[in-house]
């Protein structure tokens, strides 16, 4: 159960730009377990998404090397291996809900059977059941974001990979979206690599906590939670959990006297 | 009722300005002719005469509007429509090949900016001669396009849907090239995280995303090839059609014909743009892309 489904070893990514190279990575190295929630926190441009994208073979690296499932990142994507969930919910104003759920189901070929299967059961998951016919202007922000989280998890890969899913909700709306999400995790048990910019979500979520910081772009830490598999809101006032929020802190604040 | 009115009221007023403006301008242009007729019957003409006699010549320098509102009147509801003289079978001349030539000219530009927006070569092999085609003056070119299809035994609609064609494909080929091209990063990179195939993105992402921009250049392009349509009826020889009905009017000093024809030009004109823009409002709604 324990085996390791991301391994990153000295990876390191160069952008080439006008105004000379940007090494938005530089000796990463990480492993990721099955079934871990990871949390990546770290000022802007540390190269979180960067990173993330490497994982989902969106950017390809410069040194080192990334492996998913044993699989270079491309052909992980190509087999499936992961759900990727963007900053923004990107759903397509002409499909209803369910239209957009089923959009990567069709373009990996499922059958149509097997596609209402599979809508019917990630909605569920979601708790949007009876929003499958709606068009996304007619949800709120919150649940266009569970929807792309649903279309992300229809076609049942074993890792999903979110950047900043929930950075544009408020905080209300997040709680209650942070507390969906662990249910869903424990449900699925699936592997989660999650960007985020703030220190509690990071903390009530993960299991493993990254935490990154710029110029060059790189791991300054990696803190694994104490905290048990189930988490209600409330474990937020516990002393374990602000003893790991303060190491988190304490992290970052690292990352920044570098430079 | 009241908000009616509110929305009209400028619009009416606008035209009242229009049509005044008019008038004083048919009694100040006409005004010549009959000072000099007056003059050789040495008679000398009252105002209200003067106006009277200027707003009801028979070949008047600028017809009044009542003068021009009987005269597409006539055209179109006072002859049998199957008849030379009625506005409604040479409006009907031109719509046909207006029709003609927007389905092969807004055909041409979709297809061309699919090439475009797949093809790197294509985008700069096609656009700069698009560009060309449409600096070259319509008037240069019309003639030629007759006389070289007439030569080879065609003649009628064909030659001048293409000139029609020529016109239209342009603003479609841009306005589609542009909508092809809305899909931003993100959206790209969800294909991509799908592994999507070029034809699935653009079937199901690139295409649909593209219809607003289609439809906007569509509205262009219909009645670029309405303009086109006529300028290819100008040509000596074209005896149907709302062009030929200008050009006829213009050697005959019909003046009152011109401009019945002109007008007859213009209500067609909005009337194809607007049956684009109820399909357009229609399409987009259905599609929660209306605006
Ligand atoms: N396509 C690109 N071309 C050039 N530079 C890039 C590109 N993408 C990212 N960068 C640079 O790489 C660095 C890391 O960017 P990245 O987006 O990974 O940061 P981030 O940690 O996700 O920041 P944020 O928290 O603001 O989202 C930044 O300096 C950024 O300017
Ligand atoms: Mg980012």
């Known amino acids: 159960m324990d085996d390791t489904v991301i391994k990153a070893q000295g990876v390191g990514l160069t952008f080439q730009t006008a105004d000379g190279p940007i090494h938005a990575l530089k000796d990463v190295d990480l492993d990721i377990d099955r079934g871990e929630f990871v949390s990546f926190i770290g000022p802007s441009g540390c190269g979180k998404t960067t990173f993330l994208r490497s994982i989902a073979a969106l950017e390809t690296v410069t040194a080192g090397q990334i492996s998913v499932n044993g699989m270079t990142p491309d052909q992980a994507r190509k087999a499936r291996a992961y759900g990727y969930v963007f900053q923004a919910p990107g759903l397509y104003p002409w499909r209803t809900i369910r239209g957009n759920i089923s959009l990567p189901l069709e373009i990996m070929g499922f059958s149509r059977e097997e596609r209402a299967k599979r809508i019917a059961h990630v909605l569920e998951l979601v708790e949007l059941e009876n929003f499958g016919g709606k068009y996304p202007w007619q949800l709120s922000g919150g649940m266009q974001q569970r929807a792309s989280i649903a279309r992300a998890l229809a076609f049942d890969a074993d890792i999903l990979l979110m950047d900043e899913p929930f950075g544009a909700l408020d905080e209300i709306v997040r709680d209650r979206l942070n507390e969906a999400l662990l249910t869903l995790w424990a449900k699925t048990q699936k592997t989660i690599g999650f960007v985020t910019h703030s220190i509690p979500e990071a903390v009530y979520l993960s299991t493993k906590i990254v935490v990154m910081s710029p110029r060059p772009g790189r791991i300054t830490r990696v803190i694994q939670s104490t905290l048990p598999r189930e988490r209600p809101l409330e474990i937020r006032d516990t002393p374990e959990f602000i003893a790991l929020a303060h190491e988190v802190r304490e992290g970052l604040r690292e990352g920044h006297s570098y430079d | ?291």
């Open chain 2, 1 to 291: 009722m009241t908000r009616v009115w509110r929305n009209a009221a400028p619009v009416l007023t606008v035209l009242m300005v229009i049509i005044a403006i008019w008038y004083l301008g048919a009694v100040r242009m006409n005004a010549t002719w009959e000072r000099d007729q007056a003059a050789r019957a040495s008679e000398e003409l009252t105002t209200s005469q003067m106006i009277t006699r200027t707003l009801t010549q028979d070949r008047p320098i600028l017809p009044a509007p009542h003068q021009v509102a009987v005269g597409l009147y006539d055209g179109i509801a006072g002859q049998a429509i199957t008849s030379r003289r009625s506005l409604v079978w040479h409006a009907w001349v031109t719509l046909s090949a207006t029709l003609a030539g927007f389905a092969i000219g807004a055909g041409a530009g979709i297809l061309l900016a699919v090439g475009i927006v797949h093809s790197r070569s294509m985008d700069q092999s096609v656009m700069p001669w698009a560009v060309a085609s449409q600096t070259v003056p319509i008037l240069a070119i019309a003639p030629m396009v007759i006389v070289v299809f007439a030569s080879a035994g065609i003649t009628g609609l064909l030659p001048k849907a293409i000139i029609a064609a020529w016109l239209s494909f342009f603003p479609v080929l841009v306005g589609m090239v542009k909508g092809l091209r809305t899909p931003d990063a993100m959206q790209l990179d969800q294909m991509k995280s799908w592994s999507a195939s070029d034809n699935q993105q653009f079937w199901r992402l690139r295409l649909p995303s593209s219809l607003p921009y289609l439809f906007t250049s569509l509205k262009v392009a219909i009645a670029a090839a309405l303009v086109g349509t006529i300028v290819g009826e100008l040509p000596a020889g074209a005896t149907a059609g709302l062009g030929a009905r200008l050009l006829s009017g213009s050697y005959y000093g019909q003046t009152v014909q011109i401009w019945s024809a002109l007008f007859a030009a213009a209500l067609l004109a909005a009337g194809l743009v607007a049956i684009v823009g109820i399909i357009e409002k229609a399409t987009l709604r259905r599609m929660g892309l209306a605006r």
